[in-house]
């Protein structure tokens, strides 16, 4: 079989070590020559942002966060960066704390680091996402990929096992599009079904001993995960699935991982009988005779979200959806998306009975 693909792959150093988070920064400061910092969190993470920057001085703490990173939170902490000189961002949290240090870095061109403390990956693409009246724009650009990420499985010890389980399925999301997206190459393939298989035996692990033993390993085997989606994906490029969600956060404003992990299973629905090779990819990263039945069955072992219904939006919503995704899914999707099917995929979505 002859290959023919051209495959970009991102420049970042990454770093994981269970405890080692602050030990770590303080490393990177001092090699990026760093003297004036930003450390960003939300305002429920502060405290551990504070840990984590303990080795380190600090110009100034910002709290101002909002999902989806609306424009006016942007242009606020792009004016506090401005106002104490920065020469380096430490963002220390999820996708939202991340994401505002991504805007930042697309105006202002400060260098970040990232500390997650979810397993969305984030941190390790270059695509940055705001929102402005009701719309969320994406884009990509390598300004805004953080020059380090800091991977610490403790900082995850305090994220409630339901958010651990729908951060996960969204990193997870980000393999199943990387293996169909505008983009999509062998090494994507390789990376994302990877991705797969660590999320899919880590997270189980999570659920089943939250603060033992067993889920530390189940933690550290998910941030490796979520870090392979996100890279794959950065390649790849956003695929069905994502534009699905950017709408369903952007106009809706619905919670951006539970909302990836219910659309997740009827997208991977909708494709995988049009792209068998993908298919089997996933089944054999879920251990599963098909990708659908491997998903089900993680989804099980993880309780996972189940309907848009039971996180806000209804029926209603659902032709304001279609008529934005139309003009969005990318041309090469594997299953030909139409008025008709996209409805009834987000009719599913919804939920069986909830308006």
Not at 61 to 71: G, K, Y
Not at 173 to 202: F, K, M, Q, Y
Request: charged content about 20%.
């Amino acid at each position: 079989m002859s290959l023919h693909f051209t495959h970009d792959t991102l420049g970042q150093r990454v770093m994981l070590g269970a405890g080692r988070a602050a030990e770590h920064l303080r490393a990177e400061v001092e090699r990026l020559g760093a003297a004036r910092l930003m450390v960003i969190s939300s305002e429920r993470g502060v405290e551990q942002a504070r840990e984590v920057a303990g080795l380190i001085d600090v110009a100034v703490h910002h709290t101002d966060v909002a999902m989806h990173v609306p424009v006016e939170v942007a242009e606020r902490a792009r004016d506090v960066a401005r106002r104490h000189d920065i020469d380096l961002m430490v963002a220390v949290g999820g996708g939202s704390v991340i994401g505002l240090a991504k805007a930042v870095a697309l105006t202002s061109g400060i260098p970040s680091i990232a500390v997650p403390t979810t397993y969305a990956g984030s941190e390790a693409t270059n695509v940055w996402g705001l929102t402005e009246n009701e719309r969320k724009t994406t884009g990509t650009d390598d300004r805004v990929l953080p020059v380090t990420v800091i991977y610490d499985s403790h900082l995850t010890l305090s994220l409630p096992v339901e958010m651990s389980v729908a951060s996960g399925l969204n990193g997870l999301a980000h393999c199943v599009d990387s293996l169909w997206a505008p983009r999509a190459d062998p090494i994507n393939a390789a990376l994302a079904t990877e991705g797969v298989r660590a999320l899919a035996e880590g997270l189980p692990q999570i659920v089943r001993d939250p603060q033992g033993s067993d889920g530390r390993d189940g933690r550290d085997l998910a941030l490796y995960g979520a870090y392979l989606s996100a890279v794959s994906f950065a390649s790849a490029g956003s695929g069905l699935h994502h534009k699905l969600c950017h709408i369903l956060g952007g106009t809706f404003n619905l919670p951006h991982a539970q909302t990836h992990a219910v659309v997740l299973p009827h997208v991977l629905a909708f494709n995988a009988p049009y792209a068998p090779a993908a298919e089997r990819r996933l089944a054999a990263a879920f251990g599963a005779p098909s990708a659908v039945e491997g998903l089900a069955h993680l989804r099980e072992l993880l309780d996972a979200p189940r309907s848009l219904a039971a996180l806000g939006f209804t029926a209603e919503g659902i032709p304001t959806v279609v008529e934005q995704a139309l003009a969005a899914v990318p041309a090469g999707n594997p299953h030909p998306v139409t008025r008709e099917n996209l409805t009834e995929l987000l009719r599913g979505a919804l939920g069986a009975g909830q308006v």
